[in-house]
């Protein structure tokens, strides 16, 4: 019998499917998980879920050990460089979507290199005027991709994420046209575009998500962290 959570995971999922009929992409659904427990995440992970997303490294590091190795973490949140190489510990995290500064990118490349592994990232765009919304203006990214296509190795660049206000479908149309200029610019493979939460997923993938990162329509509304 279904667990509340394991029902609510599939009804998300559903929706997915149903959304993405028209858009013939594969959609990947990120299970923001901050702030939830170990039990929480193996009662999604037993539902079938295996794409997590976490947003602080203390976190992440804590839960990554305890759980099953074949989740692919996703890191989301906005990420210092200090704390770069405690993340990089966690041998099964696949993806860093909130890479938000040629710095930071640096950063990442070096422990790489260090590690003898390979990581995949997105470069996180701002294009909210919120002041609590991060990521790089679009100079910054450019240089990002740049140094990325030119001098590394390690990270693989995968996309482009942004996290805008929810309902703003003007954010999504904003990332999809700069996808498309990068890819023109930079002669790149088509970059994948992630976007959305529990709130607007469902315009995101109208507009050409890859993937949505969604939390409370599967866990309920978040703990406040500690």
């Given at each position: 019998?279904?667990?509340?959570?394991?029902?609510?995971?599939?009804?998300?999922?559903?929706?997915?499917?149903?959304?993405?009929?028209?858009?013939?992409?594969?959609?990947?659904?990120?299970?923001?998980?901050?702030?939830?427990?170990?039990?929480?995440?193996?009662e999604?992970?037993?539902?079938?879920?295996?794409?997590?997303?976490?947003?602080?490294?203390?976190?992440?590091?804590?839960?990554?050990?305890?759980?099953?190795?074949?989740?692919?973490?996703?890191?989301?949140?906005?990420?210092?460089?200090?704390?770069?190489?405690?993340l990089?510990?966690?041998?099964?995290?696949?993806?860093?979507?909130?890479?938000?500064?040629?710095?930071?990118?640096?950063?990442?490349?070096?422990?790489?290199?260090?590690?003898?592994?390979?990581?995949?990232?997105?470069v996180?765009?701002?294009?909210?005027?919120?002041?609590?919304?991060?990521?790089?203006?679009?100079?910054?990214?450019?240089?990002?991709?740049?140094?990325?296509?030119?001098?590394?190795?390690?990270?693989?660049?995968?996309?482009?994420?942004?996290?805008?206000?929810?309902?703003?479908?003007?954010?999504?149309?904003?990332?999809?046209d700069?996808?498309?200029?990068?890819?023109?610019?930079?002669?790149?493979?088509?970059?994948?575009?992630?976007?959305?939460?529990?709130?607007?997923?469902?315009?995101?993938?109208?507009?050409?998500?890859?993937?949505?990162?969604?939390?409370?329509?599967?866990?309920?509304?978040?703990?406040?962290?500690?």
């Amino acid at each position: 019998m279904q667990t509340l959570l394991q029902q609510n995971l599939q009804k998300v999922l559903q929706t997915i499917v149903k959304a993405s009929e028209t858009t013939n992409k594969q959609i990947t659904l990120v299970a923001v998980s901050k702030t939830k427990t170990v039990e929480l995440i193996k009662e999604a992970y037993e539902g079938g879920q295996r794409h997590f997303g976490e947003n602080y490294v203390n976190e992440v590091i804590e839960k990554a050990p305890l759980l099953p190795n074949d989740i692919s973490w996703h890191f989301i949140g906005h990420l210092q460089t200090n704390k770069v190489s405690t993340l990089m510990k966690i041998q099964n995290l696949q993806f860093i979507q909130s890479v938000d500064s040629l710095k930071l990118a640096q950063k990442i490349e070096k422990h790489c290199e260090k590690l003898g592994r390979n990581i995949n990232i997105f470069v996180q765009i701002k294009l909210s005027e919120e002041e609590s919304k991060t990521g790089a203006e679009i100079d910054e990214a450019k240089l990002i991709i740049q140094e990325i296509i030119t001098k590394f190795k390690y990270i693989k660049l995968i996309g482009l994420m942004t996290i805008g206000p929810i309902g703003n479908t003007e954010i999504f149309v904003q990332l999809l046209d700069l996808a498309k200029q990068f890819e023109k610019e930079f002669n790149l493979e088509p970059l994948k575009l992630s976007m959305g939460m529990s709130g607007d997923y469902l315009e995101a993938i109208k507009y050409g998500a890859d993937y949505v990162r969604v939390g409370s329509a599967i866990f309920g509304e978040r703990n406040v962290k500690q």
